[in-house]
């Protein structure tokens, strides 16, 4: 009897740390720096959002000017508050930081992104997880690991509560 309460215990240790490491696995998961690499592309995006965006903009100033040629031949004072170069935001909006970096992006999309890739790569990256994509489907695996240790463990409990045992 003591040989078959000592072989429970020693099985309810082990389905215990495995519970625990499931635990851990699935935290650390969830709680990993973003890998640098996706940083990078998640820039990159932004840069190319904000570029789009900007000549969007600067095609609209663009356009008053194509359709009022009255303005441009005449006084620079009438045509200057029509058109945004750098604010990115219509003349009568006030600028914010938010829309010059729009509009700069749109003028400097490359350089802008060169720099801002030359930036990562001068920062020191913590050691990180799995790639944000992957991360949904490791995470459940986890998940999955974790719901079987934790019923092996209550199927342990019951088992030794039937033969009058208590884990």
Known sequence: MKDAISGLKLDLATVEKSIADEQA???RLRKAPVPLDDIRKLLSSVVASRATKGRALLAESLRYLQ???????????HVEPRVSILTACRPDQAATPQSVEVAVCALLEHEILA?????????????????????PKLIAEAERRLSK????????????????VLL
């Open 25 to 27: 696995a699935l935290d």
């Open 67 to 77: 359709n009022h040629p009255q303005e441009v031949a005449g006084d620079l004072r």
């Open 115 to 135: 720099g801002v890739q030359h930036f990562l790569d001068q920062v020191e990256w913590p050691e990180s997880g799995p790639p944000i994509a992957d991360r």
């Open 149 to 164: 240790a934790t019923e092996a463990r209550e199927e342990l409990r019951r088992s030794a509560a039937a033969a009058g």
